[in-house]
């Protein structure tokens, strides 16, 4: 098993910009992609961004790009989120997610293992 905990989130101003972490423990050599996701009231739950833990390819979803920045952090088993330049259409909660196999999908959230609890993030006009 593998256990995620996301921080991070808040409140911020349209144009601002937040870092959020997700610290993973457990089975975490079974890791071979971290993703984040987010959900904004009514709507799906959505691809936001992808890491390859040993490679450390990235991927965005066009929302995003130009403006998230994902990384990873091996030594501590840490993924984060920059964002930079948020707008109102960001808020959502911010969850991150594990993939211990290689996704056929990368985008859907069917293919990750392992959820965190999620992390708040708004954005004010």
């Known amino acids: 098993q593998v256990q995620l905990v996301e921080s991070g989130g808040g409140l911020v101003q349209g144009g601002g910009s937040l870092r959020l972490s997700c610290a993973a423990s457990?089975?975490?050599?079974?890791?071979?992609?971290m993703g984040w996701f987010r959900q904004a009231p009514g709507k799906e739950r959505e691809f936001v961004a992808r890491i390859t833990w040993t490679i450390g390819a990235t991927s965005y979803a066009d929302s995003v790009k130009g403006r998230f920045t994902i990384s990873r952090d091996n030594a501590k088993n840490t993924v984060y989120l920059q964002m930079n330049s948020l707008k109102v259409d960001d808020t959502a909660v911010y969850y991150c997610?594990?993939?211990?196999?290689?996704?056929?999908?990368?985008?859907?959230?069917?293919?990750?293992?392992?959820w965190g609890q999620g992390t708040q993030v708004t954005v004010s006009s």
């Open positions: 457990g089975r975490t050599r079974s890791i071979y992609a």
């Open positions: 997610a594990a993939d211990a196999h290689i996704s056929g999908n990368y985008r859907a959230t069917r293919e990750y293992d392992y």
